[in-house]
Structure formats: C-alpha cells, structure tokens
C-alpha cells in the first residue's frame, strides 16, 4: 500500500519529521510504499497543489503527526485529502492523538484513525485492515467511528521491548540527511519521572527504552557523514544511563565522528566526568529543565530536583565548556508572583543566556499530563467554558496564585529579559 | 528541512489587485468570481493588496474582496489571506468611522475562530492610509489609531516626507511608504509595492544567509481588472508584458500561456535601489545597508560592475561604523577598476583608507589601480606600501607579483627578480616573468632555464604560444638558431594568429640560410600585420640572397613606402642597384 506521512508546523519552519521517519522505515520493511513530508510555515504550497499531489501519488492511507498548536490545520489537510482522493484513511498520530477523547473524532471530520500511543505497530495493523477490508472492528490502539456514528477503540498496543526491532529511519534510506540543515535523532524513548505538567510518563508508562549502542553509533556517523553534521536529540533523557550515553560519546570519540550534538538531560544525570565526554565527542550544548527554582513550587511539580543540584550542573556544563539551555514555565500550580520572578532571577545569576530555548514560556496543559487530568485539583482555572473536543486547556488558564494579568507581567518580565525577544514557540 | 518545494513551482504570494472603479455590478461580480477561483492556487499564506484606478477614497471594491477573502476561508480551513486594501483618505471623521469599521468587522468571525482554535486568524485587513494633501498629521494619526485599536496594523503612505515620525507616534509595528510622486495614483503605488515586495525579499535572504541573492523573488501576480489582464510579476506589469487574460482563471489548473521570461536580477537591483526614504522612515538603515552591500557582492558576481558600484555606494551612505563604510568603498573602488573607471576607483580608494584599519589593503587596490592606467612608478609606491604594511587581507604572493610586473614594466629588471623570488608559491605566470627578467638583464642562459620550467607546468594555449616564443627568443639570442625554429614553430602551431612568432622564425630562418622557408614565415606574418615595414625589408634581404634581385628591390621599395625610415633598405637599395650597374651585360636576366 503507499502511506502518506505529514507533518505540518503552521508556526515554525519545518523540522526533520523523525518519528514518522520511523514510521515510514517500518511500512517500507513490510513492503509497502511511504513518503514522508515535513511541512512548514516556510513551505510554499497551495491547497491546490496539495490536491493535485494527493491526487497523483494516491495514498491508502495518510498518517498525520498531530499536537495542539497543528490540530486544526491538520484537519484542514486532511479534508483535502479527503477531497482529492476519497478512498484514502486518514489517520492522527502523535502525542495529542493518543490522549483526545474519542469524540474528538465528530469534529475532526476528515480523520478515520486515531492512534493511541506508539505508531509503528498501529499503522501496521491499520495497514493490514484497510488492505483486507477490515476496518469496521475494532483495532488494536486505535479509536475509529462505528457506522452507528459511535466510537471503537481497540486494546492498547504493546510497544516493543526492544526498540532496536525497528529499523532505522536514517539506515534504511526513509530520511535523507543531506535534506536537513539539522538533523533530530532518537536513541530512547519514555521518561521514568512523573512531572506533573508532561505526558511523556504517562504516554511511555514511566518506562525508558533504548536503542542500542552499536544502533546510535551507526545512526550517528551515517547522518553526520552524509548530512551537515549538526544533531539535535530529542531524547528526553539522554544521560540517563550514564554507561550507556559514556559508550556513545566514547564510540564517536574513537570514530572521530564530525558531529555536533544539541542533547537534553536532567541536572541530576550529570557528572563532571560526563560533561568532559561529552565536549570531546562534539556536543555542544546541553539543555535541561529547570521548570520554577522557587521552593514553594518545585516541590509540587513532581520533578524530584531541587535548584541546587541544577546550578551545580550548569557549573560542570559550562567548565567542560558546554552551552546550557534552561526550560522554565510560569503559571506553574502554587506559583505566585514572586516566585515566578524568582526563577527568572535564578537564570539571570546562572549565567545562561536568556533566549530560545532558555525564553520561559506560560505552562502548556496538554492531554495525558497528570494536570490535564485534574486541572481544579491543580489550581487551574480555565479562561473558557468549553474548548474544541480536540484541544486541551494549553494556555488558557490563570491559577489560584496567578491571574491572568500578573501571567502577562511574568511574560514581559521575561521578555524585556530576554536577548532575542523571547523567541520561543511553543509546540 | 533544506528541500522547501516537495509540490514543485512555488504557488504566487501576493496578489496586486488594480480595480476599476467604473466596472459594473455584473462585471464586478464576474471579476470576483474569477478572483475566488484563483484563490486555491495561491500559497496557503497569501497577500493581496487592493487598490484603485481611480484615486478616490472609495473602500467598496475593498470590501467586495475582503467578503471573496472570508468566502473562500470558510470553505476551505488551511489557507490564511491578509488583505491590504489602499484608502484614500481626506479626512478622519464619522464617515470614516463608519465606513471603514466594516473592514475589520469582516474578521471579526475569524477572531473568534483563532480564540477557541488557540491559533491564529486566518483573515488579516491590514490597511493601509493614504492621507491626501491638507490632511493633518493629528488626523492621519486618528486613521492609523482606529485601526491599531481594531487589531489590526495600519500602513501610511505618504508622498513625500511626512512632517512627523509616523514609527515615533504609532510604534515599530507600523509600516510606512515614502512615495516621491506628489499626487496618489496606482502606477506609483504599485511601484513602490514592488519595491517594498522585492527589498523584503531580498532582506530575509540576507538575514537567512541564504543562496542565490540574484534568484526571482517571491512570486507575486498583477491583475488589472480594467484592462482583464494578469501579469505575472510586477517588472511585468510595469512592462506591459501581460501573462494572460482573466478569463483564463475560469479554465484553471490550465497553466495561462504568456510572456514570463524577466531580468530578474536587474530588477532586483534597480527596485531596491529606488527604496530612497522608504528605509529610513522605517528605521531599517542597517538592514538597507546589509542588503546593499550583499546584493553589491552578488551583481559584481555577476559582472554587472555598475549597478554593483551603485549598491557599494548606497551601502557606505547607510553605514554606521567605519568599519562598515571601508568595506563598502573597497568593494565600490574594485567595480569602478573592473568598469576601467580608473579615476573614481582611485578616489574611492583613497576615501575608504581614511576609514579602514588596514591601509595596505587600499594601498594594494591603489596600486592595482595605478598599473591598470599603466602609471607603473605610482603603482610601485603603492604596491611597496602595501607591502610595509604586512595587511593580513592582502594575498602576499599576489602583491609581490604586481609589484614585479610593475618593475618590469619600467625595465627594472633586477628588483622585480627579486619580488618574484620572494613568492612563497611560485606560479607559472611567475616562472615567466622571472625569465622575464634574467632575458632584460642579457641573461638568456638563465631565461631559457626559467622558461622551460614555465612549459613544464603545462600552461594553457595562449600562454603556451608566448612561452614558446621566448624560449625561442633565447634560443635566437644564443645563437641556437635551429634549436629556435623548433621552438617557434611549436608556439605558431599553438597559437596560429600570432604575428611575432612568424617575425622571429623569419629571422632565425634567414641566420641558417634557409631563404625560402624564411621568405614564408615573413609573408604569412605580414598576412597578420600587413603595415610591418620590417618584414617587407626582411624579404627583399632573402630575396637578394636568393639573386632575386630586382624582386628584392622591389620589397625594400614597398617597406621604404610604409617606413622611409627604415635606412637599412634604403642602403641595401642603392646596392643593389649599384651592382646592377656594375654587372657584366652577357651576366644579365635569363643567361644563366
């Protein structure tokens, strides 16, 4: 079957689409025909051409990568597809399809699928469904319409154990670095913790997988060979298992790999031994969350840090000769005025610069996070009475300790703060 | 994600809509029709401006295609449009309020639709005010204030300065037209949206570091809707070189036929350079300067040395730092040298060293300056200074070269030997010259060593022929006369039009007796340069060396018409004839 994979940014310039990058490896080691399109706010088309695209290519199935900041225009997407191809299924992977409502589906009115948790096995099985004419029952991790205009939802998908079973999207020729200026890789997946504010646990049930380390060795020196040499992982831990990550840099050490390494860590997953390693295998900058260094609301976020231990990782980073990014939120649950201001003095007297990556941003409550959940339990006061079955709460929402003007003071504090004018967007 | 095309041909981006005010509702309902169905064609991120052929502050044409705008997001969710609509205003008052309260109304459904969606507005109304003359600044203010406090971002246009700081009163966010025509009317409106259109295209190249400066910018569209015509640009608007006719937006996706070839690079050069006050008005001084100069670079890339020159000038103007302003008079002087613009280059030059930290690198460019105009002793001083100011932007192999042709040129044979012996990388334009110079000293033992390790590094044909002719040269000059004739008959095969080859085969062929061969070499020089006295006189010489003498006579006659200086002939005539005389009668013509 040929699968159509998109995905479309409206707000920032297009990146390299990784996870569908897999998605496309695995389609293609079963024999079927994939393509992946990254699309951008940069990206010149018209909605006639997109058509006339569909139209020629003639997709089964087209698969998107959804998130709150894309959803509506993804549905517009899909509605041409729709519109150009009527035979062909849609469906909405990502992070924001594994938690919406199943009723998100009576708005999102050019969608067939949603994709519950992880894509490689899912779009497999929808595959093979729409190649047998099977879709009327219900399918392993996914929710579709039934014909009574209900919802059918299959049972979770179990990922694999090991994520090595699936094939490399760089190795096996579905991404091409040579497209990218930069190029994001994937070497684990999940996170352990259970932040409040992040669906990462709850999406990869507090579990972490990896890759192994010939795998990331290989991935590495092939896109740095053929691509511009620049990396960004997006791993959420990528330190977590310290013998591990020393056997990667090691490995790009003793290859003399040319490659130059954006990572995320957590301060904690730090050592003065690891930062050393990691300057001499080409990392250049590594990022890690702060999220609030005010003691009055650390503790409330689950995240098991204190700011100590992240001002001693910023000191080992920067003697190694290492960039530091730092993310922090405002708005945060039990975050009063002070405290907010009091975080953006900790980064201020750090010595990381304040810009991009290290801009703060209001906190963002996405399905799947433990917040989402229990948003009243939490202090959350939504500025709405309801939002679109397929959007969360986002940015919409003043606290307890915060309202929603003193949100607008934070942000401008930060911005006037700020070296490129708080040039962050949010995803 | 480099590739930024995966469907092909970039769709247009902005839509320049010209409308007649006098079109009829059934025609303006048709013209509409077609404009809606042009719409799906364009990026999902479109602009379209709308103005009037007639300048009268009417905004109904305005409104009739913001309601086409609104129509199509409906139908289709992707797309965003911002419309500009030009208004013509005389005055700010309840009318005003009135009327043009209805534009931004028309988005109101759109911002309800980016507050639940969480995303942004898919219909823009971006107007933008054109204050007629006597209009007040107090009231242009008010115009640009009723729009800001209905979210949306007002232009000014203006024709002339305005007599206030429209980004002062409003904010940056403001945009602001300087129009030097004095009175409103579309074809200079449309010029300056060309302008503003192409310099922004230009800028966010520059500011993305991205290649190919010189490329078409962003596709735009003209649509005249009296004349029922699409142009595919505005050069070819401005042109008159229209795409098509509208009616073919009622066949689409039919490709229109029509003229779309353009100079792109031309046009990007001249609409930027006619930005004028537009830059300053907006506080984009340095991005103008940055722009300037970068487009400078690219057009001298080009060999279009003029317009460059033009770029570098306007470049330096907008500097703020001296550091700036010498490289853009650097790069101003090298196009006046490359345009043989001696006399300015020199003036450029000597301006830019008054601000650059590094005066050998000036002092190289003067001297280069000076060698071009063959003035060699001042090309000489400069070269030297540049050389005692060891400047780290200055190639030191090349200075020490074009300090040696220079020497050369003034015969000082020996200095520019020892110039050329300082070259870390010796080229074979190097090697040459160095023989060169051994041959001016009476050195041809060492020249010829110098030439042959010139041919050993295999030079290209032309070079090649005149490498081969001073190797013959030495050959001549140390008496290897045969040796010489293999040398230059490989530089004639080499490079056949060379007229000194023959000249010098002549005179080697003649030393080895070789009076007929000589004869040719001489005759097929003089097919190249047929004034050369000299190689007439030569014949006759071979001629009578051959007996021929009358025929000799008659050569040396021939080069005495075209040099009555050459004395040698006239010598040799008198000889000749004096022997004629002297001859025994039985010895004449035919007795032998």
């Known amino acids: 079957m040929r699968v159509l994979l998109i995905d479309f940014n409206p707000f920032m310039a297009p990146v390299t689409p990784i996870s569908l990058g897999y998605l496309g490896a695995v389609l293609k080691s079963k024999g079927h025909e994939a393509r992946v399109l990254s699309l951008g706010s940069t990206t010149l088309f018209s909605p006639a051409a997109f058509r006339a695209y569909i139209k020629e290519y003639s997709p089964g199935l087209v698969g998107f990568g959804a998130y709150q900041r ?90 694999a154990a090991n994520l090595d079973e699936y094939p490399s999207p760089w190795l096996e020729g579905t991404l091409d670095p040579a497209d990218m200026d930069e190029a994001i890789m994937l070497t684990s997946r999940g996170c352990p913790y259970s932040c409040a504010f992040c669906y990462t646990p709850a999406a990869s049930g507090r579990k972490i997988r990896a890759h192994s380390v010939e795998r990331v060795i290989e991935e590495i020196a092939f896109v740095a060979r053929h691509g511009s040499g620049r990396m960004w992982f997006a791993d959420p831990n990528f330190s977590f298992d310290e013998n591990r990550v020393g056997e990667i840099l090691e490995g790009i050490a003793r290859r003399d790999i040319k490659a130059q390494m954006w990572i995320e860590t957590r301060a904690d997953m730090l050592s003065k031994e690891l930062t050393i390693l990691m300057k001499r295998a080409g990392v250049y900058l590594v990022a890690m969350g702060l999220e609030s260094a005010s003691e009055n609301v650390y503790p409330h976020l689950n995240k098991n840090l204190n700011p100590d231990r992240i001002r001693r990782a910023i000191e080992m980073a920067f003697e190694a000769g290492l960039d530091v ?18 975080t953006l003095d900790f980064v201020k007297e750090s010595g990381v610069k304040i810009r991009g990556n290290s801009n703060a941003q209001q906190m963002q409550i996405y399905f799947g996070s433990q917040i989402s959940v229990d948003p009243a339990g939490y202090g959350i006061r939504t500025l709405r009475e309801s939002f679109p079955p397929y959007a969360s709460i986002g940015g919409e929402f003043e606290t307890e300790w915060l309202a929603k003007p003193e949100i607008e003071k934070v942000k401008a504090a930060w911005k006037a703060q700020s070296l490129d004018g708080g040039k962050r967007v949010v995803s | 994600m480099k590739n930024n095309r995966p469907f092909g041909n970039p769709p247009p981006e902005t839509v320049v809509l010209k409308l007649y005010s006098k079109s009829g509702p059934g025609e303006r309902d048709k013209f509409l029709e077609r404009l809606g169905s042009l719409f799906p064609y364009l990026n999902w991120q479109a602009h379209i401006f709308v103005l009037n052929d007639d300048p009268v502050g009417r905004i109904d044409g305005a409104l009739e295609v913001i309601r086409a705008a ?76 009723f729009f800001k406090d209905r979210l949306t971002k007002p232009s000014l246009y203006f024709h002339g300065k305005p007599s206030f700081d429209p980004i002062a009163a409003l904010g940056k966010d403001i945009r602001v037209y300087i129009d030097p025509a004095s009175s409103p009317s579309a074809e200079s409106a449309i010029s300056q949206l060309r302008m503003n259109h192409i310099f922004e295209n230009i800028l966010e190249r520059v500011e993305n570091e991205a290649a190919g400066l010189l490329d ?87 060999g279009e040395y003029h317009d460059a020159a033009l770029h570098a000038g306007k470049s330096f103007e907008l500097s703020a730092s001296d550091a700036d302003r010498a490289a853009a008079l650097l790069h101003q002087g090298l196009c006046h040298l490359n345009l043989s613009e001696f006399e300015q280059a020199e003036k450029v030059f000597k301006k830019g060293a008054g601000y650059s930290i590094d005066s050998g690198l000036f002092s190289y460019h003067r001297g280069r300056t000076e060698f071009a105009r063959q003035n060699y002793a001042e090309a000489i001083k400069r070269f030297r200074e540049s050389l005692a100011a060891e400047s780290p932007d200055v190639p030191k192999d090349d200075l020490l070269f074009n300090l040696s042709m220079s020497l050369i ?57 005149r490498v081969l002719f001073y190797i013959g040269t030495c050959l001549k000059e140390l008496g290897r006369y045969a040796e010489a004739i293999l040398a230059l008959q490989k530089a004639s095969t080499a490079d ?97």
Request: include cysteine; proline fraction near 6%; charged fraction near 25%.
């Open chain 2, 409 to 465: 040129n003034v015969e000082r044979f020996g200095e520019a030997r020892a110039y050329l012996d300082l070259m870390e990388r010796p080229t074979a334009p190097a090697m040459f010259y160095q023989g060169i110079c051994d041959l001016g000293e009476g050195n041809p033992e060492a020249a010829l060593k110098r030439f042959g390790e010139a041919l050993e590094t295999g030079p290209d044909p032309a070079d090649l022929s």
């Open chain 2, 70 to 145: 609104a129509g199509f997001l409906n139908r289709q969710k992707l797309s965003t449009i911002y419309v500009h609509p030009f208004i013509l205003m005389d005055g700010f008052g309840k009318d005003e309020i009135e009327n043009w309260g209805m534009m931004p109304d028309l988005t109101e459904p759109f911002q309800r639709e980016a507050y639940e969606q969480q995303g942004k507005e898919r219909l823009f109304v971006l107007p933008i005010i054109e204050p007629l003359e006597g209009v007040s600044s107090e009231s242009t203010l008010s115009a640009a204030r």
């Open chain 2, 496 to 592: 056949p039009q060379e007229y000194l080859n023959y000249n010098l085969l002549g005179f080697c062929f003649y030393q080895t007796k070789r009076y007929e061969k000589a004869i040719e070499s001489l005759h097929r020089a003089l097919k190249i340069n047929p004034a050369s006295a000299i190689d007439y006189a030569s014949i006759g010489s071979n001629l009578r060396e051959l007996g021929r003498l009358e025929d000799a006579v008659a050569m040396y006659k021939m080069a005495l018409s075209l040099d009555p200086n050459l004395a040698f002939a006239r010598e040799n005539i008198a000889k000749i004839e004096r022997a004629l005389r002297e001859r025994p009668a039985n010895t004449g013509r035919g007795d032998s």
């Open chain 1, 325 to 342: 990014e730092l993310f922090s939120q405002f708005a945060l649950p039990h975050e009063r005025f002070d405290d907010a201001m009091k």
């Open chain 2, 216 to 302: 078409p910018c962003r596709r735009n569209l003209v649509i005249d809707e009296k004349e029922q015509t699409i142009f595919s640009c505005f050069a070819q608007y401005q042109n008159r070189k229209s795409l098509a006719l509208l009616e073919c937006l009622d066949n689409l996706p039919e490709k229109p036929d029509g003229p779309e070839e353009s100079n792109c690079a031309q046009c990007i050069s001249r609409s930027c350079l006619a930005m004028g006050e537009n830059l300053a008005a907006n506080r984009k001084a340095e991005e103008g300067r940055q722009v300037f100069f970068r487009l400078g670079i690219a057009l001298a890339r080009e």
């Open chain 1, 70 to 159: 894309n959803i509506f225009h993804v549905n517009a997407l899909a509605t041409l597809v729709k519109e150009a191809a009527p035979g062909a299924f849609v469906v909405l992977g990502g992070p924001q399809a594994t938690f919406l409502p199943d009723d998100a589906l009576a708005a999102l009115t050019g969608v067939d699928f949603l994709c519950r948790g992880e894509g490689e096995r899912v779009i497999l099985a929808i595959v093979d469904a729409i190649g047998s004419g099977g879709t009327t029952a219900p399918l392993q991790g996914t929710t579709s319409r039934n014909r009574e205009g209900g919802y059918l939802t299959g049972p979770p998908v179990i990922p």
